[in-house]
């Protein structure tokens, strides 16, 4: 019987167990988005994951909209994670570039005055949190359909950056309110032309963004992250289990590598979404290996793998605490409490501070 323990075929990649570690925001790279020296530790001490997916990385200078958040469109960028990767796999991991562009989802004060942009010029709702500061999101630039070619393009450069760096495969992220979930959700895609109105359209940008990246490496090195419940930014579709049933169905046709489905957190729930349990709901559409996400811990992760629902469970907050996750959760051990103060930015407190389990001899 499959559990978190269970070894794992990858397609070409051999994972010890099924406990991931998610992609997660923290803001410790530098202020020209190039991964530090204390984003390499942070990734080695983690290495006994069954899979690390590194936090989302801009693709561009237009696609970023994180503070101290990394990127990998210049060469001192590769090199910086190149860096993280020699450890990680140092150290008996395997990683995985995040890679994104956040669309609508960011300011023009940390952009150096250029706007965001956009499927449509409607403005993500929510806050943009600076360090002293939380302000609206601007109205976003609508993209002209030669620029979402030329961000097609731009995914395809980030691949192949990922795999000069190092990393074992690369995951698109199209979930979170970003520019490819934001291009597929009818709430925030009001275009009329080739990409957008049908969910033929609209999920046009996911599906030739997959196709570009694995033309450069590999389908099966290729991942990608939906998530059909999360409201974050004002995010909703008209009828959420068609338009991402028809993008599941797709990348199964397709025979993308791997797929991660966020389940609803209580902030979604609270708002109503359709989809309450998704990937019990969409497992059925796809044969692909099924990655479930959000508000997991050991108990509820060991039941989604015995009833077949998925066939790895990502962890996020447990992992920011607990470095040696696989190892308490094989020993039932306490778990530490993450420190929600220092999730984003700062220095090693709260990133690299967190202590593992003590060794056997010298718990004896």
Known sequence: MTDLFTPMELHDLALPNRIWMSAMTRSRASEDNVPTTLMIEYY????????????????????????????IWREDQIEGWRQVTDAVHKAGGRIICQLWHCGRVAHPDMRGGALPVGPSPLPAQGKFKFPDRNANFPVPRELAGWEVDAIVLDFAAATRRAREAGFDGVEL????????????????NKRADAWGGPIEHRAR????????MADVWSMK??????GPSISLYGMGDSDPLDTFGH???????????YLTMLEPNAQDLEKGVTIEHVAKTFRPMTSRPLIANTGFDKAKGMEMLRNGE????AYGKLYIANPDLVDRFKQDAPLNKPDPSTFYGGGSEGYTDYLPLPAKDEAA
């Open 221 to 226: 090195r290729v991942g990608v992250r939906l």
């Open 205 to 212: 940008f996911i599906l030739e963004t997959v196709h570009a």
């Open 310 to 313: 998925a066939d790895a469970i």
């Open 247 to 257: 993008v599941v169905r797709e990348l199964d046709h397709r025979q993308v590598g």
């Open 44 to 71: 080695a001490q983690r290495a006994t994951a069954g899979l690390i997916v590194t936090e989302c990385t801009a693709v561009s200078e237009q696609g970023k909209g994180v503070i101290n958040g990394p990127g």
């Open 173 to 188: 992220h199209a979930a979170n309110g970003y520019l490819h979930d934001q291009f597929l959700q009818s709430i925030s």
